[in-house]
């Protein structure tokens, strides 16, 4: 099966850029979407299609996507942004459909 | 407002069986093709099932099939999902989340999910 791999933590300071890693064998021919979630509360789709912002999530945050690393950039990271992200893609491979990674917990200093 | 509200989840013995439901309101719940993902207390997130819009495509988790059953009932903008043989592995907060078109659209991923509800397979 299709195996997502993402740092358990990263840590920055306010005001600096946070870059979160999803590691999968030729990640980069697939679609990559990623989802913010903070304590007690549902996640939230804050990339889609590798770069994609839907509406209503700051310009801050953006995606890219190439050979075997997707990342996601939190540019000018606020006390706000702390929260657990996961990456996600759709693998038909085996039935698993879909694949989540194991998820990174950003921590703002 | 455009929402998902799940209901149904509770403490049940292993071995038991419980079904959940998801109350959809402000989209055209036909359109969209709906999943279920878990998160195992203090875990990530674990994709569980998907359902086409109009309920003819089902898809599961190793780890739940032939255990799980997704629905749909479109009359009543309502996703079902019931458990059977739980199991203490099962336990976790159960999320629904909608797709942002049908199944064979190609768009995989989830743009609306629901607060959750919490299943306890405990004796």
């Known amino acids: 099966s299709y195996v997502l791999t993402q740092p358990p933590s990263v840590s920055v300071a306010p005001g600096k850029t946070a870059r979160i890693t999803c590691g999968g064998n030729n990640i980069g021919s697939k679609s990559v979407h990623w989802y913010q979630q903070k304590p007690g509360q549902a996640p939230v789709l804050v990339i889609y299609?590798?770069?994609d912002r839907p509406s209503g999530i700051p310009e801050r945050f953006s995606g890219s996507n190439s050979g075997n690393t997707a990342t996601l950039t939190i540019s000018r990271v606020e006390a706000g942004d702390e929260a657990d992200y996961y990456c996600?893609?759709?693998?038909?491979?085996?039935?698993?459909?879909?694949?989540f990674g194991g998820g990174t917990k950003l921590t703002v200093l | 407002e455009v929402q998902l509200l799940e209901s149904g989840g509770g403490l049940v013995q292993p071995g038991g069986s419980l079904r959940l439901s998801c109350a959809a309101s402000g989209f055209t719940f036909s359109n969209y093709a709906m999943t279920w993902v878990r998160q195992a207390p203090g875990k990530g997130l674990e994709w569980v099932s998907t359902?086409?819009?109009?309920?003819?495509?089902?898809y599961y988790a190793d780890a739940v099939k032939g255990r799980f059953t997704i629905s749909r009932d479109n009359s009543k903008n309502t996703l079902y999902l019931q458990m059977k043989s739980l199991r203490a592995e099962d336990t976790a907060v159960y999320y629904c989340?909608?797709?942002?078109?049908?199944?064979?659209?190609?768009?995989?991923?989830?743009?609306?999910w629901g607060r959750g509800t919490l299943v306890t397979v405990s004796s």
């Open positions: 996600q893609v759709w693998d038909s491979s085996n039935d698993h459909l879909v694949v």
């Open positions: 359902i086409s819009g109009g309920g003819g495509g089902t």
């Open positions: 299609y590798d770069s």
């Open positions: 989340a909608k797709l942002p078109g049908d199944f064979w659209s190609g768009s995989r991923y989830f743009d609306l």
